[in-house]
């Protein structure tokens, strides 16, 4: 069992940059493509980022391309998010998530394929 657990989220102005983290424990980490979904009050969850096992091939949602950044320290068992020019349409939970089998050589940008998640953060864009 991969166990996840998200931090980093807060409440920022518009403009701001926050880091996110999500750590891992249980079964490798290093072994599952990762990625980072969100979900909006009266929202579907939407995903955001994912990053391949290995760290060497990433995938963003259009509309957050440049902003936003996927990446993943396998030594530490930890993936991250670094969000930069935030603004209150950012306003969401965050959540990281796990694909449900290991060593997939192909990225997903489906909720359905991740079956571990973390318990997610609120990070919050107001004035």
């Known amino acids: 069992q991969l166990q996840l657990v998200e931090s980093g989220g807060g409440l920022v102005q518009p403009g701001a940059s926050l880091r996110l983290s999500c750590v891992s424990c249980?079964?490798?980490?290093?072994?599952?493509?990762m990625a980072w979904f969100r979900q909006a009050p009266g929202k579907e969850r939407e995903f955001v980022a994912t990053?391949?096992?290995?760290?060497?091939?990433?995938a963003y949602a259009d509309s957050l391309k440049g902003r936003f950044t996927i990446s993943r320290d396998n030594r530490k068992s930890t993936l991250y998010l670094q969000m930069n020019t935030l603004n209150p349409e950012d306003t969401a939970v965050y959540y990281c998530?796990?694909?449900?089998?290991?060593?997939?050589?192909?990225?997903?940008?489906?909720?359905?394929?991740?079956?571990?998640w973390g318990q997610g953060t609120q990070v919050t864009i107001s004035p």
């Open positions: 998530a796990a694909t449900r089998i290991p060593y997939i050589g192909s990225l997903s940008n489906s909720s359905a394929q991740y079956g571990y």
């Open positions: 249980g079964s490798p980490f290093s072994i599952y493509n």
């Open positions: 990053i391949s096992w290995r760290g060497g091939t990433t």
